[in-house]
C-alpha cells in the first residue's frame, strides 16, 4: 500500500489532501538555536504556528504539508508533531542537508557516503534525533542542496566532481539517491537560482541523484521557476524527473512578488501546454515561524515577508485561471502530482 510517512506515523496517501511540497514551520540559519534573541516560548511558539496551518486547512482544505528544514536549520521533531496534533494536517519531516557554504556541520562533512546513507535511512525508519536525544518522529523524505547563498551569495565555481557543485554536497547527494532508493521515498531540492548564470543546477543535481541509480521520478527539482528557466526545466523534466513552482507571493531574489508570479504563471502554462503538467508540484516556501525578531543590515531576510495561506486561492489561482488553467491541471499540481511522488510503498497490513 501507498503510504505517507508523517511525523505521527504513516497515513494512507489518498488522505493527502492539497499539498505544499516544500515549507518550513519552524526555522534558523545555523546557530541560531545559541542566540538567546532566538530562544523559543514553546508553547506560544506552537500555538503560533498552529493558528496559521489550522486556518489554512479550515479555509481552503490543505491537508499535508512537507517541512523542508534540514536538521541544522532548525528543524525540531517534537514541534513539527505537537503542530500536526493541533492542526489534524499532515506534516512529513525531512533528513537531508542544506548547501555546504552554510550547512552541513562539521561533523558530517567527515563522514563517508556509507555513513551518511545510514543517517538518512535511521531518521526515516527509526526515528529522528533532537538536541542529543533519539524521538520516535520519523522523516518522510530527504532533501538535497546546493548553491553558495551566505551572506554574499554568487555563483557556485566549478567543483573537484567537474559540476557546480561543492565535494561534499556531491557526496550528500549520492548518499540521499542510496537512502531513497532504498526506502522508497522521494528527494526534493534546494537549487541557487544564481548557479543558472554558469550551469544548470536542476541537472547536475539529477545526474548524480541518476548516477546512484535513483528513480527520477521520485525527485523533486526546486526553486526552478525562480525566475523561470524554460529550457533547464524541459532538459530534467525530459528526464523523467518532477519540477517545483515556489514562492508563489514572496519575491526571493526578484524585485517584487508580482512581477515573479505573473513570470511564473506564465512558464506554467506554458509547460502545462507541452504536456509537462503530470511532473510539477506547487508550494509556497514560506517561513511559519523564525523565532529571530529583529534584522541586522546584512541579513535582512530575516523579516521574512510573508503571504498567508489563503494568497493561493485568493491571488495566485485566479491569475491561473485567467490564463486558461483548469481545476483538473491545478489538481493534478497540488494533489496528484505530490501524493504520488512522496508516497512510499509498504507491505499492505496482515487482516487480523
Known amino acids: 500500500m501507498k503510504v505517507l510517512r508523517t511525523v505521527l ?24 538555536e545559541l542566540d538567546p534573541r532566538a530562544a523559543l516560548d514553546y508553547d506560544a511558539a506552537v500555538d503560533f504556528v498552529a493558528k496559521q496551518v489550522r486556518r489554512g486547512k479550515e479555509n481552503h482544505g490543505y491537508g499535508t504539508i512537507v517541512d523542508m528544514t534540514p536538521p541544522e536549520v532548525g528543524r525540531y521533531p517534537k514541534f513539527m508533531a505537537d503542530v500536526a496534533v493541533k492542526t489534524g494536517m499532515n506534516v512529513i519531516a525531512i533528513t537531508g542537508f542544506f548547501p555546504e557554504r552554510m550547512g552541513i ?27 542529543w536525544h533519539k524521538t520516535p518522529y520519523k522523516a518522510g523524505a530527504i532533501k538535497i542542496a546546493t548553491g553558495q547563498e551566505s551572506v554574499t551569495p554568487k555563483p557556485s565555481p566549478l567543483g573537484p566532481n567537474g559540476r557546480h557543485i561543492h565535494e561534499i554536497e556531491d557526496r550528500v547527494i549520492r548518499a540521499a539517491a542510496h537512502a531513497a532508493t532504498q526506502v522508497g521515498c522521494a528527494i526534493n531540492t534546494h537549487i541557487d537560482p544564481m548557479d543558472f548564470d554558469v550551469t544548470n543546477p536542476l541537472r547536475e543535481q539529477l545526474e548524480i541523484l541518476v548516477e546512484e541509480g535513483m528513480d527520477p521520478g521520485k525527485v523533486i527539482l526546486g526553486h526552478a521557476f525562480v525566475p523561470p528557466q524554460l529550457g533547464a526545466m524541459r532538459e530534467v523534466l525530459d528526464m523523467g524527473a518532477n519540477v517545483q513552482l515556489d514562492h508563489v507571493g514572496i519575491p526571493w531574489r526578484i524585485s517584487s ?17 507541452a504536456g509537462y503538467g503530470d511532473q510539477i508540484t506547487l508550494s509556497f516556501d514560506r517561513w511559519f515561524m523564525n523565532p529571530r525578531a529583529g534584522v541586522t543590515e546584512i ?22 485561471k485567467s490564463k486558461g488553467v483548469t481545476d483538473e491541471q491545478l489538481k493534478k499540481i497540488m494533489v496528484d502530482n505530490p501524493r504520488r511522488i512522496f508516497s512510499i510503498d509498504v507491505p499492505d497490513p496482515v487482516a487480523a
Open 299 to 320: 541579513d535582512p531576510q530575516l523579516l521574512n515577508e510573508k503571504v498567508d495561506l489563503s494568497y493561493m486561492f485568493t491571488s495566485w489561482v485566479p491569475r491561473l
Open 105 to 131: 556541520p562539521y561533523y558530517w562533512r567527515r563522514q563517508t557516503v556509507e555513513e551518511l546513507t545510514d543517517f538518512f535511512v535511521s531518521d526515516l525508519t527509526v526515528g529522528m534525533v533532537f538536541a
Open 9 to 32: 506515523g504513516d497515513v494512507p496517501a489518498e488522505q493527502s489532501g492539497l499539498m505544499l511540497s516544500h515549507e518550513h514551520l519552524l526555522y534558523g540559519y545555523p546557530g541560531a
Open 257 to 273: 512578488a508580482e512581477e515573479l508570479d505573473e513570470a511564473m504563471a506564465v512558464a506554467l502554462v506554458e509547460l502545462f501546454d
